[in-house]
């Protein structure tokens, strides 16, 4: 199960509705700094909100606004879920 | 002269801001990265005239698209910058904002989309943000015009304050401390908007919507469009327009060398506007009485679309059709402004990462995208035949697309990273910056096309006088009759597509072209050579090298779609 308490999880792996803190980016300095300027950093929260089918992009919810992450970043994009943590999904 | 920069995350509002500031009226949508360029505009300030750039959005300083690198560069050269930021989403955009406060360029802020943050449940103490940032803040609000009186009353007070923080890590803790010090967040309830925004976010919902708001969009233009035609453009050409022509041909002789240049040939004794060929008899009716009106509806229906907030939510269904040809979701942005025109769907394409991809999109939207002009001619004159005709026009480019977009991919080096977009919230467009955007549109229309259709009436007319046409169409006559099934004359319409498309559709109508010839004749004419507009705007996006490569691919896919129509149909 992907429900586990702290488990450590890609964005894609995730399921929708799920809230998880963001611990690592696989990535070089360029995607680190695309996703950063978008607000996706390590220690930020984020909610999935969808995932499309054909490797198509997920989208997340990050402070207030949705970004669209594509597929092969979103694989990249590991997170620890909230879920069981503290008891409660946090949303926000 | 002081030169004033608006510089902020991309859709925080700057081009809202800076029409209101300036007065000079620019084209702002519900989507990131619509200015991909720069606009000037300018306003006095007591006795000194200030001149104000709207630079496009950028995230950061270490730019990552084309788009955001204009933006950086454009920095070097401004004395003051208003950092535009929005409002509700306060930690992002002052990740921006420290970056900018560490350049030695005084700094104000206008706290944009002020209006939101209320029904949003966000509460923004401006004045601890003011002393914690050590620059004025002024709230705004773009679109209506509030506080922009008091932001450029408070230019002036802008300075250059002591920030202190090295590395991004420290930057996010600096940025984490103020905000938690000056915003606090409420309930809120849930709006139509966000029920909205979870229906299209589902995945059959989002292709039902999708579909739904095409197929609305479609038949809304073509509505629109045709009403115009019949209620307003005919009779006023008709009833107004003709007799004066008449008179002024009966002046003139009823023949002779400026009658055949102003007014054309008389069809039984009457102005024929679809076949005299005049310059203010086809001259006029072709861009006012064929084009506008479609022009007129399909940049409303763009301009709704735009400001609801709807294309990047497309961009996102369209994402895994779109990597097939090498590019990703965003790249449909472009495409779909390159139905209006394609000047400035292919500058749009500066929203595109990588080079590859903007190669990619942009010679697509140069082959398999009509402009709306030429899809107005297309639909006036080969819908006379009957709608699978159209149909199949329509049909051919799109295969041509998918083909060479997907050729494209497998063929040309380089890179295509993949989709990384802000969704903007649907928001409600106000009435009166749909009107103000259509306007922009319609009158850069008639500014700039209009003069380009006479010019090219006027040397169709003159080539047909000298008769270095028959010679053309003579040296072109085994390509066009073997190849295509086309007769020789059509080579004229042809050449005249390099100059402008619509003119060139209206010159196959006095030719009684069968159906089928009409299809070749029509595909071959939109896939073949960009119109002069863009080939300008190809060449300085791509540079030579690439615009001749482009152009290679266009003539090569242009007489293949044209000879297998010829063959199948």
Not at chain 2, 189 to 217: P, Q
Not at chain 2, 245 to 269: A, P, Q, R, T
Not at chain 2, 405 to 428: A, D
Not at chain 2, 481 to 493: D, R
Request: glycine share 10%; aromatic share 8%.
């Amino acid at each position: 199960m992907s429900m586990h308490r702290g488990r450590q999880i890609t964005l894609h792996q995730m399921n929708i509705g799920q809230t998880g803190t963001v611990v690592t980016i696989l990535g070089g300095r360029r995607l680190m700094q695309r996703l950063e300027g978008l607000g996706i950093r390590p220690g930020k929260k984020v909610t999935k909100i969808t995932s499309s089918p054909f490797h198509g992009p997920v989208t997340l919810r990050v402070n207030n606004t949705q970004i669209a992450v594509g597929f092969g970043m979103a694989n990249r994009i590991v997170v620890q879920l909230d879920r069981y943590l503290h008891g409660d999904t946090i949303t926000r | 002269m002081t030169h004033i920069l608006l510089v902020g995350n991309p859709n925080v509002g700057k081009s809202a801001l800076f029409s209101r500031i300036t007065g000079t009226r620019i084209v702002a949508s519900n989507y990131p990265g619509t200015t991909v360029g720069f606009t000037r505009g300018y306003f006095k300030s007591g006795e000194e005239r200030v001149q104000v750039t709207d630079v496009p959005g950028t995230y950061t300083l270490e730019p990552t698209s084309k788009a955001e690198e204009v933006a950086v560069e454009m920095l070097k050269d401004g004395d003051l910058v208003i950092n535009v930021i929005d409002a509700t989403n306060l930690e992002r955009n002052l990740n921006l904002t420290l970056q900018l406060l560490k350049r030695q360029i005084p700094v104000i802020i206008a706290l944009n989309m002020w209006d939101d943050t209320r029904h949003r449940g966000i509460n923004i103490d401006v004045a601890r943000l003011e002393e914690l940032l050590g620059v004025p803040i002024v709230p705004t609000v773009g679109v209506t015009g509030q506080g922009i009186k008091e932001l450029v009353r408070r230019f002036p007070e802008a300075s250059v304050p002591k920030t202190t923080y090295s590395g991004s890590d420290e930057r996010w803790a600096k940025i984490g401390n103020i905000v938690k010090q000056v915003q606090s967040l409420s309930h809120r309830h849930h709006t139509w908007y966000d029920h909205l925004e979870d229906a299209s976010n589902d995945r059959i919902g989002g292709i039902f919507i999708a579909l739904l708001v095409l197929s609305a969009s479609f038949w809304f233009v073509r509505f629109v469009g045709e009403g115009i035609i019949s209620h307003i453009a005919e009779p006023l050409f008709e009833w107004l327009w003709t007799p004066l022509l008449m008179k002024l041909s009966l002046v003139l002789g009823s023949g002779g060398f400026w009658h055949n240049i102003l007014i054309g040939k008389l069809i039984n004794g009457q102005v024929d506007y679809s076949q005299s060929f005049g310059l203010l008899s086809t001259g006029l009716y072709i861009p006012l009485g064929a084009v506008l009106p479609y022009i007129v509806s399909f940049y409303l229906v763009l301009g709704i679309l735009e400001d609801v907030g709807y294309l990047p939510r497309l961009a996102i269904l369209m994402d895994t059709l779109m990597h097939k040809l090498g590019l990703h979701g965003y790249a449909i942005i472009p495409t779909i402004l390159g139905l209006g025109c394609n000047v400035p769907g292919i500058m749009a394409t500066r929203i595109l990462e990588s080079r590859r991809e903007r190669f990619i999109a942009a010679t697509l939207i140069s082959i398999g995208i009509p402009c709306a002009a030429l899809q107005a001619m297309i639909i006036g004159l080969v819908g006379q035949h009957g709608w699978q005709y159209v149909a199949m026009v329509y049909g051919s480019l799109f295969v041509s697309w998918l083909i060479i977009g997907f050729i494209l991919n497998h063929t040309v080096r380089g890179f295509s990273p993949e989709i990384l977009v802000e969704i903007p919230p649907y928001r409600l467009p106000l009435l009166q910056t749909i009107a103000e955007k259509l306007w922009l549109r319609i009158s850069g229309f008639i500014r700039e096309a209009l003069p380009v259709v006479l010019v090219t009436v006027l040397v169709i007319n003159i080539l047909y006088i000298i008769g270095i046409f028959n010679s053309i169409a003579n040296a072109a006559a085994p390509v066009l009759t073997n190849l295509l099934g086309l007769p020789k004359e059509t080579i004229v319409a042809l050449v005249v597509g390099f100059l402008r498309k619509d003119v060139a559709i209206g010159m196959l109508a006095p030719l009684a072209l069968t159906s089928k010839q009409l299809v070749i004749s029509s595909t071959v004419l939109a896939m073949f050579f960009p119109c002069a507009a863009t080939f300008v705007i190809l060449a300085r996006e791509l540079g030579a090298r690439d615009t001749v490569k482009a152009a290679g691919i266009m003539i090569a896919a242009a007489l293949t779609m044209g000879s297998l129509q010829n063959l199948i149909l």
